[in-house]
């Protein structure tokens, strides 16, 4: 009966004139986004792109309106943990209260074909900090205006992680910086069980910036032999750039539910772990941990065997190994 009502409602939109889009709800025309490029962004001004689709289930022809500065056609909600609303970029303002003609062309979008284009949000909002936002965009089908706007079709929500800005070292690579503080972060004098336990206890809790402190990025990079022998063919530039490629690459297939991902990487999380044991001598040390991983029905056992080096007076972890031990059921 809903669904009926639904389509009954459609139907005296278009005899009255409005659009198809806002039947969205029956399922008759979809709106989605998602990121073009997913990656790790910056409080800096690189490009956040978002691709947006529509998407035609009706039986007939969908027209829409299309501006060509997507201002007029486009918006974004973007709104902090706390629910507050992030401000209008600047060139926003300036777009929206200019007395100027909006040129427009009208798209066309075929029964159960797609319509897709790419914009960047940051020419819609203002980033002042780092953190994490819920992301929703809008599409006004017979464009936007200062007064009397459309109704607009509204997307799905994406989550954006917006990371503090990037300082480099000396050696051109970032320096960690806590988020929680904004202070940098710097290695403690730490046992070698000490600094496994402080990592383990950072991926736990998404804590990027603690987890890549006592890691060797570069070393972790060379355990690939087809990786190794890039890295070693390139020069000082393109070796720095393939180490922070890495970096970003870790986050990003980080989530231990991504595709490609296996409960014998180093970036998986465990539910809990127990240090097992720890050999060292002056340069090299050897630290053992049982890391259970808590599924459904049961508790999947894996031994990590961590190997360190002495860096700078400092532990660092340049290799690890994992064996399998079985599994527990669950209490």
Not at 319 to 331: F, I, K, L, P, W
């Amino acid at each position: 009966m809903k669904k009926l009502t639904g389509f009954l409602a459609c139907i005296l939109l278009v005899f009255t004139g409005l659009p198809y889009l806002y039947c969205a709800e029956t399922g008759a025309v979809e709106f989605n986004i998602r990121f073009f490029d997913r990656r790790i962004y910056y409080v800096e001004s690189d490009p956040i792109l978002i691709q947006i689709t529509i998407t035609n289930n009706s039986p007939s022809v969908y027209r829409f309106k299309l501006a060509d500065d997507r201002a007029f056609s486009v918006d974004f909600d973007i709104r902090s943990m706390a629910n507050r609303t992030l401000p209008m970029a600047d060139i926003l303002l300036r777009k929206r209260t200019q007395n100027s003609q909006v040129f427009f062309r009208e798209i066309a979008i075929e029964s159960g074909e797609s319509f897709s284009f790419v914009e960047d949000i940051r020419n819609y909002v203002s980033f002042g900090q780092h953190g994490s936002f819920r992301v929703r965009a809008k599409v006004y089908p017979e464009l936007f205006k200062t007064t009397n706007a459309p109704f607009p079709l509204e997307s799905n929500y994406l989550s954006l992680n917006l990371r503090p800005a990037v300082i480099h070292g000396q050696d051109g690579l970032p320096i960690e910086m806590d988020i929680a503080t904004g202070a940098v972060l710097a290695r403690q004098n730490l046992p070698p069980d000490e600094v496994i336990t402080y990592m383990l206890i950072a991926r736990q809790r998404s804590q990027w910036e603690r987890f890549f402190l006592y890691l060797d990025i570069e070393s972790m990079l060379r355990r690939d032999a087809f990786q190794s022998r890039k890295y070693n063919a390139e020069n000082e530039e393109g070796r720095r750039r393939m180490v922070n490629e890495y970096r970003e690459k870790l986050m990003i297939t980080g989530d231990p539910h991504a595709p490609g991902t296996s409960y014998d990487n180093i970036l998986t999380t465990p539910t809990t772990f127990e240090i097992l044991r720890t050999q060292y001598n002056h340069n090299e040390a050897t630290v053992i941990v049982l890391q259970k991983y808590r599924m459904i029905n049961y508790t999947e056992l894996r031994h990590y065997t961590y190997f360190l080096e002495k860096q700078d007076n400092y532990w660092a972890i340049v290799n690890y190994s994992v064996q399998g031990m079985g599994t527990e059921g669950n209490d």
